[in-house]
Structure formats: C-alpha cells, structure tokens
C-alpha cells in the first residue's frame, strides 16, 4: 500500500512562492505517475499538474500554467510541485496523488492514491 505524505503549505502573500513536497513510501514510487489536485472550500477538487513516471511529460491546468512546476527525484521517492506569483485564488488544500502507470491523467478519479493535504493561502 502506497502512502503520500504532503509538506510545505502555508500562508504566503500574492506574489509570492512556495514548494509543496510529497513523500512516498510503500511501493515503487518510480512505477507511479504523480499528480497535484487542489479543492478549495466549497469547490470540487481539481486537477492542478501532473508528470509520468520518468520526468519525461508534465501537464498543467491552464489556471496553473506558466507559475508552478511538477518534478519528480526517484531517489528520494518524491514529487514537488513549486508555485511562484501565487495569487489568492490559488487558496486551496493541495493534495498529492498516484497511479500505478506510467501515464498522466487530469481526472481524479483515475488516481489510486491520495496524501492528505496541505494548507496554502495566499494572502491579498
């Protein structure tokens, strides 16, 4: 059983970054392709990035795109997911989540496993 464990939410200004960490332990971690969901109060969760197994492909709701980056380092059985010029509509639990395949996938419902969350606001 794959457990994921989120680190690095907080409260940050507009404008500014943060690094969102997820540790993986328990299976293969470099057999999983990785994503980030996010789901703020009252709102459905949403997907937010996502990267295949290798590092090789990444994928980016447009909301996201050009701000924040997936990446992946086997070795430490580890996903992050940096986000810079956070705005406060990016106030959200971030949540890490994985399948066992190589493929990346948008919808949460194709994902097997899901840490618990992080806090992230971002203050006006």
């Known amino acids: 059983q794959v457990q994921l464990v989120e680190s690095g939410g907080g409260l940050v200004q507009t404008g500014g970054s943060l690094r969102l960490s997820c540790a993986a332990s328990?299976?293969?971690?470099?057999?999983?392709?990785m994503g980030w969901f996010r789901q703020a109060p009252g709102k459905e969760r949403e997907f937010v990035s996502a990267i295949t197994w290798t590092g090789s492909n990444t994928h980016y709701a447009d909301s996201v795109k050009g701000r924040f980056t997936i990446s992946r380092d086997n070795a430490k059985n580890t996903v992050y997911l940096q986000m810079n010029s956070l705005k406060p509509e990016d106030t959200a639990v971030y949540y890490c989540a994985g399948r066992s395949t190589y493929f990346i996938a948008s919808s949460r419902y194709e994902y097997d496993y899901w840490g618990q969350g992080t806090q992230v606001t971002v203050s006006s």
């Open positions: 328990g299976g293969t971690f470099s057999r999983y392709a």
